[in-house]
């Protein structure tokens, strides 16, 4: 049977019009020969009203109640949705998250799908009902209602999908909300961004976690893991949205599809760590064992024994942060700094991994701004940088607007430089200009339901097998490879003044050379001092060496390059590995018992990578595979 997942954000319910508006939608699609559950989000800026009022209340409301609190948003939408769809003359149910068992952790606020008893669901379906589930609840074993966090309906529709999927359904997956679908950048916030046709998974799932709010990043997690076909398109129009996808060969023809912005992180330096095994996991396992998401990690190289480690967490989690790392800082005998506000611009693309001169092409348009970068991560897909926001209260003033708007969206447009530095990067990627997978007119809508494209990828039936394996656990990370290189070199600037221009300075040259540069990170070590670190093929490794030299000669004499061609990169690859914080304890901590140091780390949605002297490379590989049960 064929069976469609429709979700409605809180965007596309702000009121009785819209709920009527998503009611008309679901019964098309009845109509077309469809099953059809619908998931809905509380309506409009319900979700922000009701922090606000517990906040009234109390400043440390106890998580568990407030899971209590705001699953009542999307019982609201539940009701008013199904009424609408009886008022419009077909039949409808709607049911709570514990309701259809789904069962999650104890994690409340960042609760994680552990199951989901599909059986009441398909009871309905096969009474001929509508089905109306709340989004971003669930409960725990005990009864308790929790959240999934914020965002969480789109999770909720995805894991439905899916679980209905493995059950043997045909299953699509709409995700309905205010735009037209993904965009090569927030539309809110850069007016020229376009329409993707299409985007892959690991794209989506980066652009996601780097701030494209449009998804939520854990939804892509399932739509990957279990193939689901996922379309985001515009609750008001038939227009057809984006399908996100298993990635295409021609995805890689651009270096770049999309560019995010976050603004609600803040940066942490940990000064004078001791350069040793084991540190990073002692660090990294404390924020994991109280479930805090480390975003960017620059760990710089160490000197004198001593090494700086500058990451990013959530600005909700930086309280709980401190708290924890205090004592071990003190331990350690190292400092504990932090920068102001912060914004962190991100650019995604699978061509990236093929195609040189990215970082050399952003760095370059944002110096030219006269924005000066932070602190520089990459990944397999995308590069992430972090840019101060120094403007005052009266710059962003004026940008409040008038209508009732998410929080979220309020946050990204007191981001001045933020804003500023993302619409710079959109320009220098030409991504307002028209191109495959961006650029074709709309397509006229089929009666508003489409098949998806084939799939570029096929999965075999072990890895459908081992899908269906891990539904008891949904929400489990997916660990899908361990992997040695050892043909990377890294060379490492000390002490480049923090100006901008200079990273772009470095990348330029490098760039021009043809060299395609691998990992980079770089980090403030010292006022106004910052140290860049980055990796290049070892056939590439003199000459970028030479040109970084000869570069640095003209940027400051005293500044000079250290090369090291003795090392190893090991790249743990899968889904959700940021934001499932044990992902980097297993690692740090396995590398930590073997007394294995690590010298430099990259995270990201899709990949952590680390570098680690070459001798200890195989053994590394050996004891990260075991470490994930791979074989
Ligand atoms: N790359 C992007 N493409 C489309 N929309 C984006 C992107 N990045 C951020 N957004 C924002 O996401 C918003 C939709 O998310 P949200 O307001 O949470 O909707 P919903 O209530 O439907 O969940 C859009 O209005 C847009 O401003
Ligand atoms: N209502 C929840 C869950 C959600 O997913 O909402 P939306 O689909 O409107 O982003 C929130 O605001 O976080």
Request: charge should be negative; glycine fraction near 8%; aromatic fraction near 4%.
């Amino acid at each position: 049977m064929r069976l469609i997942v429709q979700k409605f954000g809180g965007s596309s319910l702000r009121d009785a019009e819209s709920v009527l508006a998503a009611a008309r939608k679901a019964i098309r699609a009845k109509h077309a020969g469809y099953q059809v559950i619908m998931v809905v989000s509380a309506q409009g800026t319900t979700t922000d009203d009701l922090i606000a009022k517990a906040a009234e209340i109390t400043a440390t409301p106890s998580p568990r109640e407030m899971d209590v609190l705001l699953a009542t948003g999307e019982q609201v939408s539940i009701a008013l949705t199904a009424m609408a769809i009886q008022e419009l003359g077909e039949q409808a149910i709607s049911f709570t998250g514990p309701q259809v068992g789904i069962l999650t952790d104890r994690n409340h606020r960042k609760a994680r799908i552990r199951s989901i008893d599909i059986r009441r669901l398909r009871a309905a379906l096969d009474a001929g009902q509508i089905v109306v589930l709340a989004g971003f609840q669930g409960m725990t074993d005990e009864g308790d209602i929790t959240t999934l966090g914020r965002g969480g309906s789109d999770t909720t529709a995805v894991a439905v999908a899916a679980a209905m999927k493995l059950a043997g359904y045909d299953v699509t997956c709409e995700i309905y909300t205010d735009v037209d679908g993904v965009y090569t950048s927030d539309p809110r916030l850069v007016p020229d961004a376009r329409k993707m046709d299409a985007i892959s998974y690991d794209e989506m799932l980066e652009m996601a976690s780097m701030g494209a709010g449009v998804m939520h990043s854990r939804s892509i997690e399932f739509a990957k893991k279990y193939d689901v076909p996922l379309m985001v398109r515009n609750a008001r129009s038939d227009a057809l949205g984006t399908w996100i996808l298993p990635e295409a060969p021609w995805m890689s023809e651009f270096p770049v599809c999309g560019a995010a912005l976050a603004a609600d992180e803040s940066r942490l330096v940990l000064e004078g760590v001791p350069d040793r095994p084991g540190v990073s996991h002692r660090i990294f396992s404390a924020l994991a064992d109280a479930n805090i998401a480390v975003d960017m990690i620059a760990q710089s190289v160490g000197r004198g024994g001593r090494a700086t480690i500058g990451f990013t967490v959530l600005n909700s989690e930086l309280d709980r942060t401190r708290k924890i790392l205090m004592p071990i800082v003190a331990e350690m005998g190292a400092t504990l700094l932090e920068s102001g506000r912060v914004s962190k611009v991100s650019v995604v693309g699978a061509g990236m991994r093929t195609l040189a001169g990215v970082a050399e092409r952003m760095f370059s348009a944002l110096a030219q701004a006269g924005i000066n970068i932070q602190m520089i991560t990459t990944g397999d897909i995308k590069i992430s940088v972090l840019v101060e926001e120094n403007t005052t209260a009266e710059e962003w003033a004026t940008e409040t607007p008038s209508e009732p708007t998410k929080k979220a969206h309020l946050e990204a447009r007191k981001a001045v430089v933020g804003r500023r530095a993302l619409r710079t990067v959109h320009d220098a990627f030409g991504l307002a200009l028209p191109r495959k997978g961006a650029g074709v007119p709309a397509e006229p809508a089929d009666n508003g339901f489409r098949p998806r494209p084939q799939p570029m990828v096929v999965h075999s039936e072990a890895d459908h097998e081992a899908a269906i394996a891990r539904l008891a656990g949904m929400e489990d990370v997916l660990v899908s490879g361990v992997y040695l290189n050892t043909e990377q070199c890294r060379l490492t600037i000390h002490d480049l003044p923090d100006r901008p221009g200079n990273c772009a300075r470095v990348f330029t040259a490098v760039a021009q050379a043809g060299i395609l540069v691998d990992m980079i990170v770089q980090n403030i070590v010292a006022p106004g001092r910052a140290e860049l670190s980055f990796t290049v093929t070892r056939r590439d490794y003199q000459q970028a060496l030479h040109c970084t030299e000869e570069v640095l000669r003209s940027i400051d004499p005293s500044c000079r390059v250290v090369g090291d061609a003795d090392i190893a990169v090991l790249y743990v690859t899968g889904v959700g590995m940021r934001t499932h914080t044990g992902v980097a304890r297993t690692m740090f901590g396995a590398l930590a018992a073997r007394q294995i140091n690590i010298h430099m780390i990259n995270t990201s949605e899709v990949c952590v990578a680390v570098v680690v002297d070459q001798e200890r490379g195989a053994e590394a590989l050996e004891c990260l595979r075991e470490a994930f049960r791979l074989a």
